[in-house]
């Protein structure tokens, strides 16, 4: 019988069973609310894998009347070899019952196959009103695991721990909103061990989820780069008639660019969103904004920092701000901590303005007479930077959130000193890459090059977060 894993998430109202089943179902479609009772009927969330399902979560409600059913059964039953059958027999004679729907909605899933997962909150003292629950599940001869969820700051996760471990085969700590990916994987792993038929299917499962984060941080990397060259690229034109007003024009054409640069970087967002199955996601974000005076590499910015032009160029940044010169060609002593001082200018001049330098207004003539107006592409790469900061940032919390996770996403300033991670012949790579991008779809060389240097940098961000974050 090779059918796929099914897990019955069970326990008591408002423990994080719904939290623990869109966790490991990547799935924020569920319902998670501080109401108990949240979860009236059992739902299946299978799990797949490019169309593959890979396990099955059963969210359920919660016990009502655990103490009821558990004296039923006991009445019913005549020695532990019957036990299952007496469950069943509960079932049978319960389902239209309004008074146990709850017990018989999670129980169905059980006596169906699947095996148990029962959800507890560690923060707070283990009561012995859970038995009468725990007793029912073991009496349906099911394997069982248990995941001790802390929903509160109190830890009294070791006298849980204690009692759950006379009733289920393995228990393990979980939470659900913030276990790392990694830690989702060693679950899954003990959900192996819960039966053999299950070892080899959910090794399986592991595999693929890891290869699959691999092929999202891809993915996600190849979305920011597009949009990186779209953005740096964008020249926003119209038609300036015979008499018309050239001003108006531009300040027009300017604010045209800057909503088209604002609606690309917000379908960004939602791509990288849609790439990690994080659909109803509330995102607060402040627009890109334009800043008169925060120009980074203004000679008074420069001087704040201490920064000589020479640091500037062998650090790879900024060439474009030094009047065009190639930073392969500027080679000069460096000896001064390149790396937390790019960070620092960056990172203090905010990663939300830019006040790079745009074209001026380009006019061509039109045969039909008046003239055709462009404005745009932006020339300084310290845009790219800005841009690219930005949606690392957003990559990473995205990639990083549970699905049970309900609190908005708040996205700050971003910090530039992941930069430091990269090598100096990956910033100039980088640097090149944003001076040069490509300008259309059939620009293979440079777009290869743009997403091979992007690339880098979700690495070196990935590197950065793992040593700030604890
Ligand atoms: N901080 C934190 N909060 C959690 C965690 N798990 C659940 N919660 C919160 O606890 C509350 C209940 O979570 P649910 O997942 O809806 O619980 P449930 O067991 O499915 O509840 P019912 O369906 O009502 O029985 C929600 O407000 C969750 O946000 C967790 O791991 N950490
Ligand atoms: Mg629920």
Redesign the pocket.
Known sequence: MSQTPRFAVV????????????TLAQNDDI?????????RDSRHYPLSVDGRPLYELI?T??FQRPRRVLAWLEQHSQSASDRPDTVRAFVTQHRDDPRFHDECELLTPILDGAGIIY?VDGSVPYSSEHEAEMNILRWTGRPSLALI????EQDHGERWRAALGQYFQIVRH??????PFDTHLGLLRSFGQLAPEWEAPLDEAINHLAEQRQRRQQQAMRLIATTLAAMLTRVQSATLPVGGNRDELEHGLRQRWREWQRQREQGLRRDIEGLYLHHHLQRQESDLAWEPGADLFSETTRRAWGVSRTYLATAGFGAGALGGAGVDALTAGHTLGAGALVGGLLGAAGSLYYAGKLDRLKLGPLSSGGQRAHFGPVRDPQFGYVVLGRALEHWYRVSHRNH?G?DPLTLGDADSHWLEQLSRSQRQTLQKALQNPPRDDGDSKRRRALEQAVSECGDAFLQWRTQTSP
């Open positions: 326990g008591h109202p408002n423990k994080g069973k719904s939290s623990s089943v869109a319902a998670i609310a501080l109401e108990p009772g949240t979860t969210d409600p919660g959800v969820n802390r929903i509160g979980f939470d659900a909103v913030h276990a049970a309900r």
